[in-house]
């Protein structure tokens, strides 16, 4: 659009590098030695590498040696998932765990989670998919009834990707503790273990450890809205995805509590505590640190500035598109379980990617869920657990906006979509 400034509201796809991490990726590309070699220049390269992870540790109260760096979001989600249970899995049928295992998650993750808890159910686990609420939450006391005496897994996002829900993370870290404690405090001891789906015969009564129980939350979405703390959010594993907080792509990191036991997923080397193969990218890796640092930095502040532009914009957009329906929580009523910077909404008659289409042409970056899910031909899965009317599955439009967005860009977005439906939308 001539003589206006492209305007960027599509924040949870992926984020501009911010002043700081983009000087530190030019800095570091001059560091080109392998962090596993003995000479200098691999030395500096080391030397860079452990000061970013020590800077990512920091961000989110760890220990340096609980951060392994990955390539994305997605690898840190299948290094929890398939690094935590595929070794159980492989001990199913045996005298140690001589019964099918068991895994939670909700039904409004990730592909990135879903995916991968599929792909190991084909394998023997048994998966429950919990469903949500309509405005996207997990009901903790549900999670708790879930939970059998076999569940050694539960993966349950911090922040949803396409609505904003910020899940009760705490709460439901509280009812697996209890779940922990009754294990521990019960004498270990099998009773009554079914066959195994391998054929292994029935066992009597032995004294076994109790099984562990492992909590992993998808941060992705997070660091620029909520405080990370891992030692108050009560998580055995989180990911982290750079291209999320002002970053750069190619990089995340997974968080592993001291003495949760992972496996590698990929092969092939030593590196990152044994646990990821392949030789380390130190200027990513540096350039995320800082991104994470800055984000973690003054994040209430920040949260709180843009979640009044949020407001503004969904008031603005109520205003001129009084039918809009906003998909998740209701930030008049619950706006602790949203997100600052994301709006999700629903306008009858239009479909949401030509609505994405003809903003761009208008100079406005939308979406209409998770990038990794564009060319799906069906509703978004999120927009269909919450319950969204058929006929509205296809018209989502989510706006996720950067920290520096102002109530000139609301406004802006939001006479912009009026004048799309006006246009566009058929009457249903």
């Given amino acids: 659009m001539i003589g ?17 991490a ?4 030019v800095r570091l590309l001059a560091v080109y030695g392998n962090p596993g070699a ?24 760890a220990h340096p040696d609980e951060i392994v760096f990955t390539a994305s979001g997605t690898e840190g989600n299948n290094l929890a998932i398939a690094g ?19 895994a939670i998650t909700c039904a409004v993750e990730h592909q990135s989670v879903l995916e991968p808890l599929r792909a190991l159910q084909r394998e023997g686990l048994e998966l429950t998919e919990l469903e949500v609420d309509s405005e996207g939450l997990v009901d ?8 059998t005496d076999r569940t050694v897994f539960v993966s349950v996002q911090l922040v949803n990707s396409e609505v904003g829900t910020i899940e009760p993370v705490r709460e439901i870290v509280k009812e697996i503790r209890r779940t922990r404690q009754s294990r521990n405090s019960s004498a270990p001891t099998l009773r009554g273990a079914s066959p195994s789906p391998i054929g292994a015969s029935r066992v009597s009564a032995l004294p076994l450890k109790p099984l562990p129980l492992h909590f992993h939350t998808d941060a992705s979405q997070a660091p620029l809205w909520l405080p990370l703390a891992v030692e108050k959010l ?11 907080v002002l970053g750069p792509k190619g990089v995340g990191a997974l968080y592993i509590k001291r003495g949760t036991k992972v496996e590698p997923i990929l092969h092939g080397g030593k590196q990152e505590f044994g646990l990821r193969g392949g030789t380390e990218n130190a200027p990513l890796a540096g350039a995320f640190a800082v991104a994470l640092q800055d984000a973690q930095k003054g994040v209430e502040a920040r949260a709180e500035k843009v979640s009044t532009i949020r407001d503004f914009l969904i008031a ?3 205003k001129l598109l009084p039918d809009a329906i906003i998909n998740g929580p209701d930030v008049k009523v619950t706006p602790c379980h949203r997100v600052a910077n994301n709006i999700s909404v629903s306008i009858s008659g239009l479909d949401g990617e030509m609505a994405t289409i003809a903003m761009d042409a208008r100079g406005i970056a939308v979406s209409t869920r998770s990038a990794c899910n564009i060319g799906d031909e069906e509703p978004s899965h999120v927009i269909k657990a919450l319950g969204v009317p058929k006929h509205l599955g296809k018209t989502a439009i989510r706006i996720t906006l950067l920290p520096d967005a102002t109530k000139k860009d609301a406004q802006r977005i939001a006479k912009t979509l009026f004048e799309i439906a006006k246009k ?3 009457v249903v």
């Fill in 424 to 426: 566009y939308r058929v």
């Fill in 38 to 61: 003995l000479h200098s220049e691999g030395v500096e390269a080391r030397r860079e590498l452990e000061a970013a992870r020590k800077t990512i540790a920091e961000a989110v109260r």
């Fill in 316 to 318: 603005e957009i109520k």
């Fill in 84 to 102: 935590v249970l595929r070794p159980l899995l492989q001990r199913c049928g045996t005298s140690d765990i001589p019964h099918r295992l068991h």
């Fill in 140 to 147: 903790p006391k549900k999670l708790a009834r879930a939970i």
């Fill in 22 to 25: 983009r000087g530190e990726l």
């Fill in 4 to 20: 206006k400034k492209r305007l960027y509201a599509d924040a949870a796809a992926a984020t501009p590098l911010s002043p700081r």
């Fill in 234 to 244: 009560g998580v055995d594993l989180m990911t982290l995805d750079g291209q999320k």
